[in-house]
């Protein structure tokens, strides 16, 4: 039964919607105030929350604020009620995280219409995190590791994690021209985590906003160290996570992050994936247009692996094509393999994107990139990831790819 948080300071609306809702056989829970509110909304972590906004003491807009900030109730549905109407006030809600607002009086219609829209919207994104084979129970190993990536977030302790980088290699002078940045988990108690393990854990339980935040923030302060230093050169990637790219915050965040750090945004480059742009196209665009408008790149990565972006691919605000490595391997061989390989390139290049192949491996891959144009490469034939230091050490030493 879908559960609904019901914050509201006056008795008599707080009954009314208590009896609307139940009619409708939703499950209710009500707080009197926002601090009762903010406390039920964390130990019961309901399926929608409906706040007042104009409350004593604590207002919705502080609820909000402090929900969003919590792992296991960043991510819940929040609608607004209120009878402030002016476009000021909408516009303040909806910036901090609101994904709706309802003027009062609304009517019944209303009211069931914001709550269903939000819920579908919410399952959608849901349907897509968890993947078929996900188990309906956590097995006991990854049980534990659930249990430890929520005290590594609860705690604060983002110092069990490291971000290394892998190189990108400009193919015709064979200098690093940019790094990808990737996470890693040493625990103290399970050791060395497999990304493959704890990233779509930490997607799937609401955790990776705040990992993602805390990747971006040490990501720009590291660019920042180098330029300290005198590399200027440098672009980093971050891989972005749907549900991270989708959160209201999530623009505001970048920026904060550039404004700490005096970091000019042409030196940040945002990996997406086909199923993130192609979830909800048009919402993307939106996100990605004032993403490049603030001046920051935006790349598409594993791109070949999600053919249905293509004829989307025109109209999508890109800087780099990055070739998933599936058409990379032992693509000089294959023949269609190289067919795909090469049309790639061609199409990126008249759209005026850079191309990247990725996991490049062997001499005979990097040729065939060679001959066929491509800008730049990645994988173990130049360099695994390295940890920052190491990747600053392959600068100073002018480490660079054979001609």
Known sequence: MTKILVIEDEESVRENLLDLLEAEDFETITAANGKIGISLAISTVPDLILCDMMMPEIDGYSVLT????????????????????????????????ADDYLTKPFTRAELLSAI????????????????????????????????????????????EFEVYYQPIVNIASG?????????????????AVSPTEFIPLAESTGLIIPIDQWVLKNVCEQIKAWQNIGVFSLRIAVNISVIEFNHPDFIRKILEFLKVNKLEPKYLELELTESMIMQNANGAIATMNEL??????????????????LIYLKNLPINTLKIDRYFIHNVAQDSQKSAITKALIEMAHNLQMQVIAEGVETEAELNFLRQNNCDAMQGFLFSRPLPAAELENFLWNNNRLPA
């Open 292 to 309: 490049q408008k603030m001046g920051v790149r935006i790349a598409i990565d594993d791109f070949g692996t999600g053919y249905s972006s």
């Open 116 to 159: 269903m829209n939000r819920l579908e919207r919410q399952a959608t994104l849901k349907k897509y995190l968890c993947n078929q084979t996900a188990m309906k129970t956590l097995s006991p190993k990854m049980q534990l590791l659930e249990m430890n990536l929520h005290r590594v977030v609860q705690q604060q302790k983002f110092q």
């Open 175 to 191: 200098k690093i021209i940019a790094a990808e940045s990737l996470l890693r988990w040493q625990s103290p108690e399970l050791g």
């Open 66 to 97: 402090a929900l969003r900030q919590e792992p296991l109730t960043a991510t819940i549905p929040f609608i607004f009620l209120t009878a402030k109407s002016a476009k000021a006030d909408f516009r303040q809600g909806m910036d901090m995280g």
